[in-house]
T-cell receptor, first 110, second 114 residues
Framework: ELKVEQNPLFLSMQEGKNYTIYCNYSTTSDRLYWYRQDPGKSLESLFVLLSNGAVKQEGRLMASLDTKARLSTLHITAAVHDLSATYFCAVLSNDYKLSFGAGTTVTVRA | ETGVTQTPRHLVMGMTNKKSLKCEQHLGHNAMYWYKQSAKKPLELMFVYSLEERVENNSVPSRFSPECPNSSHLFLHLHTLQPEDSALYLC?????????????FGNGTRLTVT
């Protein structure tokens, strides 16, 4: 069974500083997704990473995938308040089941 | 507008009630999913329908009964639920796995069982 671990589970960020969220998974996969969820809202797709070494960037967020290490990172550059949300990674197994991490709740403070 | 619409947004029901959750997608997708999101736990896949046929049932208790009458609509029928079933129930859709596109989620139904 594919297990997905995110850390940290809670992250208090100071505005303007850089932070990283880590996503480790237990079995081979080269399909990884990052989602964002605001309180009371739906999950919004952020990034789709489909191969080893894939890197995607959107604004202050950058995601990367290392399939050999079974690790994805979500890097936040110069945090701002509107990045406060819960971030989930999800990994697709070989039998096309999508397993989610527990989520990282991010709070950005002034 | 997410392209996936769930109703109701909130539902409070007693343990002896019968209710249904509804999901509709306007994205032309052909796979639909029910997920359960509980506090402090990862999202749990409950059911998957691909091309209107159920392809996954993750050992979900029979008090949850899904229905997929067509590729745009998905229901979750609820009866004799337990308080531990209180959670956010999320519907999602996608194209059938091939290019492995991301799931598109609805806003969810917040269910409270009293």
């Amino acid at each position: 069974e594919l297990k997905v671990e995110q850390n940290p589970l809670f992250l208090s960020m100071q505005e303007g500083k850089n932070y990283t969220i880590y996503c480790n998974y237990s079995t081979t996969s080269d399909r990884l997704y990052w989602y964002r969820q605001d309180p009371g809202k739906s999950l919004e797709s952020l990034f789709v990473l489909l191969s080893n070494g894939a890197v995607k960037q959107e604004g202050r967020l950058m995601a990367s995938l290392d399939t050999k290490a079974r690790l994805s990172t979500l890097h936040i550059t110069a945090a701002v308040h509107d990045l406060s949300a819960t971030y989930f990674c999800a990994v697709l197994s070989n039998d096309y089941k999508l397993s989610f991490g527990a989520g990282t709740t991010v709070t950005v403070r002034a | 507008e997410t392209g996936v619409t769930q109703t109701p947004r909130h539902l409070v029901m007693g343990m002896t009630n019968k209710k249904s959750l509804k999901c509709e997608q306007h994205l032309g997708h052909n796979a639909m999913y029910w997920y359960k999101q509980s506090a402090k736990k990862p999202l749990e896949l409950m059911f998957v329908y691909s091309l209107e046929e159920r392809v996954e049932n993750n050992s979900v208790p029979s008090r949850f009964s899904p229905e997929c009458p067509n590729s745009s609509h998905l229901f979750l029928h609820l009866h004799t639920l337990q308080p531990e079933d209180s959670a956010l129930y999320l519907c999602a859709s996608s194209q059938v796995a091939g290019d492995t596109p991301p799931l598109h989620f609805g806003n969810g139904t917040r269910l409270t069982v009293t």
